[in-house]
């Protein structure tokens, strides 16, 4: 994991940015791919390290943690939820969701800013 850098004055999560590499990630790990109950692992633990690294590299003060869930595509739908207790004006989440004809992922992105 790369060093940790301190970031210029920005404030606040901004959850577009998130939104943004994690798509980049996702296409690039499950782009073109289809379901495959060996790969999950592998994909999975691609996407949570590929989506932390580029974050990190953003230079913001920021703890992240990121999961991942890819399951195959049914008629019975997928459902997560998530709640969270902390400062609104600073700290932030955003949700990916990605699907193709065979799976459905889901990366959630959760951004606690660092105060020194």
Not at 25 to 38: F, K, M
Not at 77 to 87: E, L, Q, R, V, Y
């Amino acid at each position: 994991m790369e060093e940790y850098h301190r970031p210029c004055d920005e404030v606040g999560f901004i959850a577009d940015e998130a939104h943004n590499i994690v798509k980049e990630c996702i296409d690039g790990v499950l782009g073109g791919e289809d379901y495959n109950h060996n790969n999950i692992n592998q994909w999975t633990a691609s996407i949570v390290e590929q989506s932390l690294a580029h974050l990190v590299k953003l230079g913001k003060a920021y703890k992240y943690i990121v999961t991942c869930a890819v399951v195959q595509r049914s008629a019975y739908g997928f459902h997560t939820a998530s709640s969270c207790f902390w400062d609104t004006t600073s700290d932030g989440t955003c949700t990916v969701r990605w699907e193709n004809r065979t799976m459905n992922c889901i990366v959630n992105v959760f951004a606690i800013a660092i105060v020194l």
